[in-house]
């Protein structure tokens, strides 16, 4: 019964491909988000999303696009991939600005 | 917007010693504060958190933290630490728009 899951756990792929990171969580929350974490372990907000609604959106290259087809889901559309994307991303939910719980974490190498 | 600062990026101490992990905030109205764990290989997991009443809160695995207003700091503390604690610590204050803002981390090693 994983609260928030994320698929897939390790991605691996040549710069300049275009990659999709999917995210579901089951724990009826109304706010989903995407975080990356760098090699030194900073933990930044790229985007978070309301009831589908778009209401977090840090400075992230447009060659991030979210999309949430539904509360439970929130997806991460990278295009166009460089070597600096490598890093862990994690998806999150909460009910309203109540405690985030967290998905493993996807771990993207750009080669 | 708000801020987080975790002044010690790494910190050991031996099994069975007490624990104190800081962590000041920066935020223009009352702040929801939250310490997470995260183990190697593994998503953040909470530890405690803090939105309002007892300025101590209490967590799992022993831990406890105190909000200072005055000092806008939210420390973590655990009185006797396990070989087991061993992982990087992240501090965090959240808005009210969900907008949670991490510390750098601080890693803890345990010593035998």
């Known amino acids: 019964d994983t609260a928030v899951s994320q698929t897939p756990k390790y991605l691996v792929t040549q710069m300049g491909n275009d990659k999709s990171i999917k995210c579901e969580q089951n724990?009826?929350?109304?706010?989903m988000y995407w975080y990356k974490q760098d090699s030194k372990k900073f933990l930044k907000i790229m985007f978070s999303?309301?009831?589908?609604?778009?209401?977090i959106n840090e400075t992230v290259p447009n060659r991030f696009s979210p999309k949430s087809p539904d509360k439970a889901h929130l997806n991460l559309h990278i295009n166009s991939l460089e070597l600096g994307d490598s890093a862990v991303y994690f998806c999150?939910?909460?009910?309203?600005?109540?405690?985030?719980?967290f998905g493993p974490g996807t771990r993207l190498t750009v080669l | 917007a708000q801020s987080v600062t975790q002044p010690d990026i790494h910190i050991t101490v031996s099994e069975g010693a007490s624990l104190e992990l800081r962590c000041n905030y920066s935020?223009?109205?009352?702040?929801?504060l939250f310490w997470y764990v995260q183990s190697p290989g593994q998503g953040l997991q909470l530890l405690l958190k803090?939105?309002?009443?007892?300025?101590l809160v209490q967590g799992i695995k022993g831990f406890e933290a105190e909000f200072k207003r005055s000092q806008s700091s939210f420390n973590l503390r655990k009185p006797s630490v396990h070989w087991s604690d061993a992982a990087e610590y992240f501090c965090?204050?959240?808005?009210?728009?969900?907008?949670?803002?991490f510390g750098a981390g601080t890693r803890l090693t345990v010593k035998p």
């Open positions: 935020y223009g109205a009352t702040p929801y």
């Open positions: 999303y309301n009831n589908k609604e778009l209401i």
């Open positions: 803090y939105f309002s009443g007892d300025t």
């Open positions: 999150a939910s909460s009910l309203r600005a109540d405690t985030q719980y």
């Open positions: 724990l009826g929350h109304d706010t």
């Open positions: 965090a204050v959240g808005a009210f728009n969900n907008d949670m803002r």
